[in-house]
């Protein structure tokens, strides 16, 4: 099958299917960088998670929380006030982690060059530990991730290790994080929608860029013409996609190969 017509029936496929998470809808959030991403043919989205402040409780093996064998206390998307936190850690009867959580999208793209521009808008967005990987199938998904989180353990086997104080200060934290988590998905969405109209812009200049060329050819001139303006005319036009490619080519974006059942 031609590698378009299968990237379309993926996309087909995964835009028609129910949503699985625990809201069963997409965040507020990030609601038009979604809807952005998924009417441009190159992209879809496969999940998705605007931001949030959690409490579990559940065990915790070494230093990593088991989110799958925990219970949910509280979980909001909006900034957190101390009282409900309070009230959802009466609950608890193991131990008890307060997490805060920022942007994480993921997007298969049609094309690694498709991949890498959404990469490059995502670091400069301040997602600073966003990848691609790669599947055996041909599959490139973006991963769209921060390093600003937070995680901190309140109580244990029941009982609140901290002091009410202790927490209001923590949600502080955890609130500035959500607005400037906020914010980066604002600026990550004007970003991408500038290079989104770039990239067009660009694509459907590159025929009369051809047709230029062409015309200018030195069999179609009897006039000698000179080498140094000819030579920066081309070249200037060649590099500008020598260029792109060369952005293409970053040794920092890595890929990970997933196994044949991916």
């Known amino acids: 099958m031609d590698r378009n017509a299968e990237f379309r029936r993926w996309k087909a496929q995964c835009l ?12 507020e959030d990030v609601v038009g960088l979604v809807q952005l991403l998924n009417g441009r043919e190159q992209f879809f989205t496969t999940s998705s998670c605007a931001g949030r402040i959690i409490l579990l409780d559940g065990g915790i093996n070494g230093f990593e929380v088991q989110k799958q064998n925990c219970c949910w206390l509280l979980v909001t998307h909006k900034p957190c006030v101390k009282d409900d936190v309070m009230v959802a850690l009466k609950k608890a009867d193991g131990d008890a982690i307060l ?6 999208l993921h997007v298969q793209c049609r094309q690694l060059q498709d991949a890498q521009l959404l990469h490059s808008v995502a670091m400069d967005s301040g997602f600073r530990n966003s990848g691609i990987t790669v599947g ?6 973006l991963a769209v991730r921060s390093t600003h989180g937070l995680e901190v353990p309140l109580s244990q086997k029941g009982k609140l290790m ?3 104080e202790y ?5 502080k934290i955890a609130n500035q994080k959500m607005e400037e988590n906020k914010k980066r998905i604002e600026r990550f969405y004007n970003c991408l929608q500038h ?13 009369k860029e051809k047709f230029r060329a062409k015309n200018n050819s030195p069999h179609t001139h ?14 200037t036009e060649e590099n500008d ?15 990970t190969i997933f196994p044949e059942d991916y």
């Open 99 to 104: 997490k805060f959580e920022p942007l994480v």
């Open 136 to 141: 055996k199938r041909g599959k490139t998904v």
């Open 162 to 164: 901290v002091t009410e």
């Open 195 to 207: 290079a989104l109209e770039k990239e067009s812009v660009t694509t459907d200049s590159q025929p």
């Open 167 to 171: 927490i209001d200060f923590l949600l």
């Open 16 to 27: 028609t299917k129910a949503d699985l998470s625990r809201k069963g809808s997409v965040d």
């Open 241 to 255: 996609k020598g260029l792109e490619n060369d952005d293409n080519d970053d040794p920092g974006i890595g890929a």
């Open 222 to 235: 009897k006039k000698k013409r000179n080498p140094e303006k000819a030579r920066g005319k081309y070249i």
